[in-house]
């Protein structure tokens, strides 16, 4: 049995470990406000830029005029996976999710016979996915997430090298893992085709107006030169997005781990209050007697 100075020295312990978890749970939530409302401000820019490219690439269709970025090159031999994890720990199963499905990813293509190549944005998602895939990991990137949040400027060095590589040939299929920002206990792990752009089953070059009629449009320039100049501009206006719902859900994840630790400190020292309460009354239970014993021998 532990000792009334070892007890002691737990409860002081586990109550200096509380006072840092609920600090860093107050912070997350400071961090998660900010996060959040960036994430969903920039929600309906990237959706209605999705459905536009939409209309205009299912407008096109297979034409011989239809920029690279849409008709691709025609393969999928090689892929490229953008990964977004945090660079810190402590915030839940967020990197660990992450990491898994992009696992789970790389080994169904690598059994297909596929090559892969990997982007790792955050830390913790290279140092995990190093272990087992060191050699398919072609660029790193830390730090995008700065005392003023994500600016565009990371995502768009993100964006052009994702672009750079296209043009030189290197991957044939581009997918980005994220986690997508739902609340603060729960967050969605997201696998989202960037290159070449996916264009949904329904999308079409007309729009139904408040009538239920369809509206008709007419571009100038060409849909093909719209897309040519649009499509590269999408690419970063996604990656943006995605690093936007993947800070928001870090710091929810944490805000959430750090309060259950805090809530487990809570527990621990109750318990460990009581151990100690149990010992220090049977220690002087103890004493009592043999002071009572003495009296009686003498």
């Known amino acids: 049995m532990a000792s009334l100075k070892d007890l002691r020295s737990r409860i002081a312990s ?16 400071s961090k998660l406000r900010r996060s959040q409302d960036a994430a969903e401000a920039a929600r309906p820019y990237a959706e209605r830029m999705g459905t536009m490219l939409g209309r205009l690439a299912a407008a096109v269709g297979g034409s011989q005029g239809a920029p690279k970025l849409l008709a691709g090159t025609g393969k999928e031999n090689t892929h490229l996976m953008v990964v977004f994890t945090a660079d810190r720990g402590l915030c839940g199963g967020f990197n660990a999710s992450i990491v898994k499905a992009a696992r789970a990813k790389i080994r169904a293509l690598k059994a297909e016979g596929k090559t892969v190549k990997i982007i790792c944005v955050g830390r913790k998602g290279a140092d995990a996915l190093k272990r087992d895939n060191g050699d398919a990991i072609i660029a790193r990137y830390t730090g995008v997430e700065g005392k003023k949040g994500i600016e565009f400027s990371e995502a768009s060095a993100v964006a052009d090298k994702v672009l750079e590589l296209f043009e030189a040939g290197e991957f044939d299929v581009c997918t980005i893992f994220y986690n997508k920002f739902v609340s603060a206990i729960s967050q969605v792990v ?7 752009f996916a264009v949904e089953a329904k999308a079409d070059n007309q729009e ?20 040519a100049d649009l499509l590269p501009r999408n690419v970063g206006v996604q990656i943006f997005g995605a690093m936007l719902e993947s800070s928001a859900s870090e710091h929810g994840s944490r805000m959430s781990a750090m309060d259950n630790a805090t809530r487990n400190a809570g527990d621990m020292i109750d318990r460990l ?6 010992s220090r009354q049977a220690q002087i239970t103890n004493e009592l007697i043999e002071i009572i014993s003495g009296a009686e021998a003498l």
Not at 15 to 29: D, L, N, P, Q, Y
């Open 208 to 227: 139904a107006d408040g009538n239920g009629a369809s509206a008709i449009y007419e571009y100038e320039p060409s849909e093909e030169a719209i897309l």
């Open 273 to 278: 209050s009581i151990q100690y309460n149990r």
């Open 190 to 196: 997201t696998e989202q085709q960037l290159v070449p």
């Open 14 to 29: 586990v109550k200096s470990t509380r006072k840092i978890t609920s600090a860093m749970k107050m912070v997350a939530a």
